[in-house]
């Protein structure tokens, strides 16, 4: 059992609502798996919440991670310029809350200026380049020092092709494979005591698996700080990888971090892509743009495939600190416009009326299981 999540015990809570006579408050995510893990939501601007989303989130949350504000296109848009007001508002949120952040994220091919690439007309040397990395992680960091529990460092460093090791994108390009040791090196210098991860998506398969692990593995023998692995499962219906899931889950064991799910959603729309990258796009169809009205055996489909991800990420309930659904209803899902634009998509646990859908009370029901 994770010690920062131990409470109220979810058999006990069960068993006090089946007294005579005895009035509680719904059970909410984060109390129902408070004795397994953390449950978190990934959120944009605070000030597209209104009152009755805001009341959602610190109801049903214990951990918020910045979706975007944070990126570095939003953070130092043009050298030397830093905008912070995105990421204070989030943070000022969590703490009137007493709700850790999660920083996402410090190095990315994805939303990061030219700037950072070039010296004047030509690319940048790979000493400019490492001293601007430096230079953007000690500003981001250190203005949140203290604030931030932890941070994602890097972002989708490994290549989807089974033959790359690494992501050929232009950090990689133009400092070398150890631009993602250099970023971990400056992230702890900023902040000696947050806590450092890796992120990625599709590491569940095991081309990537082995990439992760051999990533970590040279991190640690750098004597470097990395404290967990961030999955992303940004998954499809019927096409989950459960067995994958478990696999990557019980190799990442043998590493000695936390692993943590950092933005789940389980898509009904139908798309060709698979996993996050968000260069890839799709032409709009009549099979990719989805429904007003989720079809109500979808939904169930949904609620189904949901709970046996939870019941599966309960039987790793010592390794897996922290399960984060990436925004917070489907209204706000990033995924009404990807890999189509004017999707409208259906993937998490709340509907745009900020209502429980099937899957809500599904993956409820698995808190009062026993684990498998």
């Known amino acids: 059992m994770n010690p920062d999540h131990r409470s109220f015990p979810t058999c006990l809570l069960v068993l006090a609502l089946a007294l005579p006579g005895f009035a509680a408050e719904p059970v909410t995510l984060k109390d129902a798996f408070r004795a397994d893990f953390a449950v978190g939501v990934a959120l944009g601007s605070m000030s597209s919440f209104n009152e009755a989303e805001r009341a959602l989130i610190h109801r049903e949350f214990s951990v918020i991670t910045s979706e975007n504000n944070l990126k570095p296109a939003r953070v130092q848009p043009q050298e030397g310029v830093f905008t912070f007001d995105e990421g204070d508002a989030l943070v000022a949120f969590a703490q009137q809350h007493n709700l850790p952040v999660i920083g996402h994220t410090l190095a990315w091919h994805q939303s990061t200026p030219d700037w950072f690439f070039l010296d004047g007309d030509k690319p940048a040397a790979r000493e400019l380049l490492l ?71 599709g590491n569940e398969y095991p081309h990537k698996r082995e990439k992760t692990l051999r990533l970590i593995r040279d991190l640690q023998a750098r004597g470097l700080r990395v404290d967990g692995i961030g999955m992303q499962l940004h998954l499809q219906l019927d096409r989950i990888p459960y ?13 000695g971090v936390k692993v943590m799910i950092t933005e789940l959603d389980l898509d009904l729309v139908e798309r060709s892509v698979w996993g996050a ?15 007003s009205v989720a079809p109500p055996e979808l ?74």
């Open 277 to 291: 990258d968000t260069a890839q796009k799709e032409e709009p169809t009549t099979t990719n743009l989805g429904w």
């Open 131 to 201: 001293k601007r990395l430096r230079a953007h992680i000690h500003a981001v960091v250190g203005h949140f020092k203290g604030r931030i529990k932890g941070w994602d460092v890097v972002n989708e460093g490994l290549s989807d092709k089974p033959e790359e090791y690494l992501r050929p994108n232009k950090w990689q390009q133009l400092v070398g494979d150890d631009y993602i040791a250099k970023a971990f090196e400056f992230a702890h210098e900023a902040d000696p005591d947050a806590e450092l991860y890796f992120n990625d998506y």
């Open 243 to 255: 067995d994958d899931i478990d696999r990557s889950l019980t190799a990442f064991r043998a590493l």
């Open 299 to 372: 939904l169930q489909r949904q609620a189904e495939q949901y709970a046996r991800l939870f019941a599966l990420l309960r039987k790793h309930h010592d390794l897996v600190d922290r399960v984060t659904f990436w925004n917070l209803h489907d209204g706000k899902s990033w995924l009404n416009n990807w890999p189509v634009k004017g999707r409208t998509n259906h993937p998490l646990l709340f509907d745009r009326n900020l209502q429980p859908k099937p899957a809500f009370n599904a993956v409820l029901s698995v808190a009062s299981e026993p684990r498998s």
